[in-house]
């Protein structure tokens, strides 16, 4: 029995004569209120430090699964910074703010699909269990790391302005090891967004064979949808990106071979879902 949508958006009991348990995600339970996760939308307001930098293009084509181009800039990548406040449509988890705000770090890289820029998402961290299960439910390749980050200030001297010459700072520590870090000092304010912050995201839908059918589970690949995008003034300047030796292999393929602009600004979405590209 699939679970039904009461109000808000969050799972209702189950109809009467059902049987077993039902939520929109684990855990399942009688009434649905239970589950990890509640149906989308999602709201996301946040605060995001962004390095642009260079990857080598053929370690970054080797990330991108099949219905995805490097497309017209190959190599283009960036590394973000965030802090984020999230809720569901009728905003209950903002009375608890343990449960609604989190960090994250990622490396998004420059791609194509159909001729449609687009960015891919080959890693990413966040320091909360339901961010993380949101993500596998998406594509993202969340896994669990801690992230901290400069945030500015409007009073006193701990901290920096959003101002000429102000430094904000990111890092991303797994397993007890500092793996990224990152620096902005800004220069200047823009209107023009962050190329990799303002194209969609395409994931893939993969998990693990467990039962054991003849059928293996076929990849698909799939779009974020999202509505309601706002961006704060951006302020962007000189950028500073570093890989640390605190994670091998495949990801430090994509170490920088060059480090662009920064940029720190606020930025807000609401997630609708996602749609299907290929499978």
Known sequence: MTS???????PSAAEPGGTGPVGYSLPLSPTGESAMLTPPPWHFSGEVIMVDYRVDPDAARRFLPPGLEPGADPGAAAAVFATWQWCSQDGAELTEPGRCQFGEFLILLSCEFEGRPMARCPYAWVDQAVPMMRGWVQGMPKQFGTIHQSRPVTVGRAGSRLAPGGRFDGALTVHGRRVVEASVTVERSTDQRPVLHDVPLAHTLAFPEWVTSGDRPRPKLVASEVSDVEFSTIWTGSGDLAFIDGLEGDFRTLAPLETGAGH??????????????SD
Not at 264 to 277: A, C, M
């Open 264 to 277: 720190v600004f606020s930025y807000g979405e609401t997630l609708q879902g996602g749609r299907l590209l």
């Open 4 to 10: 039904s949508i009461g109000i808000h958006g969050r």
